[in-house]
């Protein structure tokens, strides 16, 4: 008991305590070997403890690793030089001379002469039309016209007659005026020396008078029913003639009914909405056919509002036909937007490649401006004309890409120009970046 409290202490003292034993097997306490070994134990605890705090400062202070990038990126390089300024839209190819064929009046499908694609020349039959009414109408109006003429050269036999039968009387009465003048005048001779009576005298001079008024009459009446019959006649000429003119008119709606293309082309649509077929019933003024010159095209097409701003006419237009690419020019642009888009009518100036048809889909590239001397790049999936953007420079690594902003400029179709933010040589990323938004600084390979 007493040898374990000497190696413990007094009873109840918690406090350790170092030992040392003798070779007569007695423990001799120690107190700085205790000091040693605190001192030990909290330099280790201290120097863990910094060395913590060292690599948690270190690790506050790393970036946040460089995400990389899951598909191959599109690079451009920044270059110096000439652009071109250009929009492109899509579009079809149309036939400058297009003629529809209308019915003029009702009618039956008989038959039908052509089919759709067939080369058709102007007097070519393309359907065959019935209308038993309008060949009453002709019929009758026919008939008409030959009445109104007959009545007409009745009326000239009538009006000739008459004035035959005028001028036979003025020329009576002409005759007895003349008489009765020449016989007043001998009995005035006669009276001065006595042989015929004063009275006498006063009465061949009277008729003679008379004789001369109705002359006179007569030649008015006559000249008054010369001008009647004239415009008898006027009348009933008018009258003939509106009745030869709805005759015609009968008759050239008649033959209408055998309908023919019109122009030298290729029917292409036959029918409105639908293909017409024997025995199908036509309303007046219904479109039968489509005739189109295939050789005479025109390109139009469609730009977006965006874009179509600056486009003018007379500007060069490089039309692609998936078989070969037709030069051109605009010749027209439609100042109405629809659908959001433009149309942009082109003059083709070269030979159309094989192949090339009414209705074939094209794509029109549209030169709006020649630029020359600029520093310029591949235009970026955001990158819009006349903004500032955030790009990604490849870094001098090579491995790495930074966020830079970047003022573009003017913009082309697959080009940009760069304003500020890039230099001539720099490799930027063009390809769609937006689910990098978040990081400024992103590992390319």
């Known amino acids: 008991m007493d040898r374990m409290q000497q190696k413990g202490g007094v009873a ?73 300024r250009e929009v492109r839209g899509n579009g ?144 009933q000429s008018a009258e003939v003639e509106k009745l030869r003119a709805l005759r015609d008119l009968r008759r050239q709606q008649v033959a209408n009914l055998h309908v023919k293309a019109g122009i030298d082309g290729v029917l292409t649509q036959l029918g409105d909405r639908e293909m017409l077929q024997a025995g199908q019933r036509i309303a007046a003024n219904a479109t039968l056919a489509k005739v189109v010159v295939p050789t005479r095209l025109k390109a139009e097409v469609k730009i977006a509002e965006t874009q179509a701003r600056d486009v003018a006419l007379d500007q060069k237009v490089a039309v692609d036909t998936r078989n070969g690419i037709v030069p051109g020019r605009v010749v027209r642009v439609d100042p109405a937007v629809q659908n959001g888009t433009v149309l942009v009518e082109v003059r083709l100036e070269g030979p159309l490649p094989k192949g090339s048809r009414p209705d074939l889909s094209v794509e029109g590239t549209i030169e709006l401006e020649h630029l020359v001397d600029v520093l310029h790049v591949g235009r970026p999936v955001q990158g819009q004309p006349e903004s500032t953007v955030g790009l990604f420079r490849i870094a001098a690594d090579g491995l790495h890409a930074i966020r830079v902003p970047v003022k573009l400029g003017r913009g082309s179709v697959s080009e940009i120009e760069v304003r500020e933010g890039l230099a001539e040589g720099d490799r930027v990323v063009l390809s769609d970046m937006g689910q990098y938004d978040s990081f400024d600084r992103v590992r390319v390979r």
Do not use: Y
């Not at 008409?144 to 035959?164: F, I, P, Q, T, Y």
């Not at 009465?173 to 009276?191: G, I």
């Open 12 to 84: 109840g003292d918690a406090t350790p305590r170092a030992f040392t034993s003798t070779g007569s097997g007695v423990d001799i306490a120690r107190p700085d070997l205790l000091r040693k070994r605190l001192r030990r134990r909290w330099m280790i605890g201290l120097s863990g403890a910094g060395a913590l705090a060292v690599v948690t400062v270190l690790l506050l202070r790393l970036e946040p690793a460089a995400p990389r990038l899951s598909t191959e990126p599109w690079i451009g390089t920044v270059t110096r030089g000439e652009m071109r």
């Open 92 to 235: 079809t190819l149309v036939p400058e001379l297009i003629r529809f064929v209308q019915a003029e009046t009702a009618g039956t499908v008989v038959r039908v002469a052509v089919q759709p694609g067939a080369a058709v020349g102007a007097d070519t039959v393309i359907l065959e039309l019935s209308n038993p009414e309008l060949s009453q109408q002709a019929f009758d109006a026919e008939w008409a016209a030959k009445a109104a003429e007959a009545l007409l050269e009745k009326l000239r036999v009538s009006a000739e007659s008459d004035r035959l039968q005028q001028e036979s009387t003025l020329a009576s009465l002409r005759s007895d005026a003349r008489q009765a003048a020449l016989e007043a005048k001998a009995n005035e001779v006669l009276s001065k020396d006595g042989l015929v009576p004063a009275i006498e005298q006063e009465r061949t001079r009277a008729k003679a008078q008379d004789l001369g008024a109705r002359v006179a009459i007569e030649e008015r009446r006559l000249a008054f029913a010369a001008e009647s019959s004239k415009s008898q006649l006027a009348v």
